[in-house]
């Protein structure tokens, strides 16, 4: 009972931080209906610029290596470098595709991952960095002493950030003038245009707040696996995420993503061992398989409202 | 000495004026060959015409979100208030007061009512009071959406969704409104409902009305003045009651006829050509 319960609950802390992944995947789809396969390499490029900047700032300014001032300021410049690349993705490469069909879009996305990988290596190099976040990853001591059950407070930091993260987002989705003007412009662009809510700027917002989403979850997830190419493909989990939750519900990628990471995580100690193990990468995809024969628009998907 | 008085008097005073344009779509589709009106400030004009005539394709072009469909206005200009506005984005025009209600309501389906109706103060800068007010202002208008505002747009009636397509217009305090086909696909009560409380909505918050419509009976009871477009043309404008007497418009848009009931075989064979166009 304690090896599931902790096998469970590192799987649901890991599931936090699909899901937020699948939440940059998520913002964008829903105000613009564009699926941008790029965002796997935006978290990339995020995560290798902010460790870019920790190497390259103590040289230039004379700060200490290390200290929480290189820190902070790596994470501005990430952060500023992040929204300046979503932003200029939605001008340069998606505002003259307006009105193309989605698949157009679609395929501009994946040049714009490749394009995006490139630039990142280009100016940081092509070797794989440690990146340190100054939380360690050891077991918590309370937890072990009184119920026995390892859990990593690297894990649970991670997933409190990210959990924050998404409930703020949550939050401005639901609540503020902007954020319904986003969930308008989803529903109906061109009568968000009628009413005089001027997409462009809607859409730079979203752009922005995706960079900022994969600039969170590359410093989580570099920090675990290293900084490296992988970090591309970890961020396609996000797809099975978004088939189980829904591509348009942020509710969705929440729930999709606990229930992704808790399900590959048990699947691989009780049934790897009967077919071999190593069943972790792919058993996301199957399950994601399965719930599209069941329910293709997702736990949480808008279904379509269909006047009769 | 009184011509020009009046020249100048009628110069200043069109509100809204279309002059002369021409529209292209897709860089081949010719839909209007050379229309112009105007609308007075305060009034309730109509634009009438068959399916395909350049109704909607005008309002678009004074609203501008003909680019958003690959529309283009290759001739004439369209001034409001005396500024052109044909170069303007759709957020700048909303701002000015000029805000138009699409064919076909396009509520933003997964938002509630009240949601949708808050959307359409986006472009104001006001106070959580003011919209507040402009939110009762709308209830007012229309009691039905107040009922129903917990309820996603989507789910609503077509009628409720027209409500909410114009309530959501009025939230943004526009000086125009550009309607297009309120009437479209609603029960004959419901339309008579809703032109009420637009005939209301003018007299009361002096918003002026341009309003598209193929149900010309409706529309010409409830305008004051009316333009009849036939293949991206202007062929008769006039006064509303004048054009309801008109014999030509009475025939072949009110489907009355001077020579009393017709049976169907004739109308079979009936090839009249209308006046306007001999």
Redesign the interface.
């Known amino acids: 009972m304690q090896f599931f319960l902790e096998v469970l609950i590192g799987g649901l802390l890991s599931g936090v931080l699909y899901a937020l992944v699948a939440l940059g995947f998520v913002l964008i789809f829903k105000a613009s209906g564009v699926f941008n396969f790029a965002q796997g390499a935006m978290v990339f490029f995020a995560a290798l610029t902010f460790v870019g900047f920790t190497e390259v700032l103590p040289g230039w300014t004379g700060l200490a290596e290390g200290g929480a001032v290189v820190f902070w300021l790596a994470f501005v410049l990430a952060l500023v470098s992040m929204v300046v690349l979503g932003i200029a993705t939605e001008k340069i490469v998606l505002r003259p595709l307006v009105n193309q069909p989605p698949i157009t879009l679609f395929m501009a996305t994946i040049g714009l991952s490749y394009l995006v990988e490139g630039i990142a290596q280009g100016i940081w190099g092509a070797n794989v960095r440690g990146l340190e976040l100054g939380i360690e990853d050891v077991p918590i001591e309370y937890m072990m002493e009184h119920h026995n059950i390892l859990i990593s407070s690297f894990d649970l930091f991670a997933a409190a950030l990210a959990g924050v993260l998404v409930g703020s987002l949550a939050l401005f989705f639901q609540y503020t003038k902007v954020g319904r003007a986003l969930r308008a412009v989803a529903d109906d662009h061109q009568a968000a245009l009628s009413i005089g809510i001027p997409l462009q700027h809607i859409w730079a917002i979203v752009w922005g707040v995706a960079g900022f989403v994969a600039l969170v979850a590359g410093l989580i997830w570099g920090a675990r696996n290293g900084v490296q190419f992988a970090l591309t493909f970890t961020a396609l989990k996000a797809l099975p995420v978004l088939i189980l939750g829904g591509f348009t519900s942020v509710p969705g990628a929440i729930v999709g993503g606990l229930i992704i990471g808790a399900s590959e995580k048990l699947a691989e100690v009780y049934v790897g061992p009967f077919v071999g193990g190593g069943i972790e990468s792919w058993f996301p995809y199957v399950l994601a398989l399965l719930f599209l024969l069941v329910r293709p628009e997702g736990l949480f998907g808008e279904r379509h409202i269909d006047r009769v | 000495m009184s011509t020009e008085a009046t020249t100048a008097g009628v110069r200043a005073d069109p509100y809204l004026s279309i002059n002369n344009i021409e529209v292209i779509y897709d860089h081949v589709i010719l839909v209007l060959k050379g229309v112009s009106m105007s609308v007075p400030k305060g009034g309730i004009v109509a634009l009438l015409g068959a399916n395909g005539a350049g109704k909607s394709t005008t309002l678009k072009s004074i609203?501008n979100?003909l680019r958003?469909e690959?529309g283009d206005v290759t001739k004439g200009s369209i001034e409001f208030k005396g500024a052109r506005v044909d170069q303007m984005?759709?957020?700048d025009?909303?701002?000015r007061g000029v805000?138009?209600?699409?064919e076909g309501r396009?509520?933003?389906?997964?938002?509630t009512i009240e949601?949708?109706l808050?959307?359409?103060a986006?472009?104001r800068r006001a106070s959580g009071a003011e919209v507040r007010n402009s939110l009762d202002l709308v209830y007012n208008y229309f009691p039905r959406l107040k009922e129903r505002r917990k309820s996603?747009a989507?789910?609503t009636s077509?009628g409720e969704q027209q409500m909410c397509?114009i309530g959501?217009?009025i939230m943004?305090n526009p000086e125009m409104v550009l309607l297009d086909e309120p009437s479209m696909g609603l029960a004959p009560q419901i339309v008579e409902e809703i032109f009420e409380i637009v005939k209301d909505l003018n007299a009361k918050e002096q918003v002026s009305f341009l309003l598209a419509e193929q149900n010309t009976m409706v529309a010409l009871r409830y305008a004051d003045f009316g333009y009849i477009l036939e293949n991206g043309r202007i062929v008769m404008e006039g006064e509303a009651s004048e054009l309801a007497d008109n014999e030509d418009v009475k025939e072949f848009y009110l489907g009355l006829s001077s020579e009393g009931r017709k049976s169907f075989r004739e109308v079979k064979h009936y090839r009249r050509r209308k006046r306007w166009l001999s």
């Open positions: 609203s979100l958003a690959r984005t759709p957020n025009l909303v701002r805000v138009q209600v699409m396009h509520c933003f389906g997964h938002l949601e949708n808050l959307t359409g986006y472009t996603q989507g789910y077509g397509a959501r217009a943004a």
